[in-house]
């Protein structure tokens, strides 16, 4: 491996899947202004998913419905010509 290009800082971090709820606690370098408090009693940085290995059917084995209009209509609404 070439030295020198992987980040130094990694830090505890909470992600939490928003189409079920689901949360987890890992080691990451993204940035995020949102804070949780964890199950150990201290606050880490939050940082949203809107899919994750426990509600992506692949994982889960189970047909499962996403909601792909909302995010259509997200990209339209961004990417408009004024």
């Known amino acids: 491996m070439k030295q020198g290009i992987h980040p130094q ?3 505890l971090v909470v992600f939490k899947d928003m189409s079920n709820g689901s ?3 890992t080691r990451s370098t993204a940035n995020s ?6 199950e150990d009693g201290n606050e880490y940085p939050l940082l949203k998913l ?3 290995n426990t509600s992506h059917p692949f994982f889960t084995g189970q047909k ?3 909601d792909t209009a909302g995010r259509i209509d997200k990209f339209k609404k961004k990417y408009a010509k004024k």
Not at 33 to 38: R, S, V, Y
């Open 23 to 25: 949360t987890f606690l």
């Open 64 to 66: 499962m419905l996403v």
């Open 50 to 52: 809107e899919i994750s």
């Open 33 to 38: 202004k949102e804070t949780i408090k964890w």
């Open 9 to 11: 800082s990694y830090r």
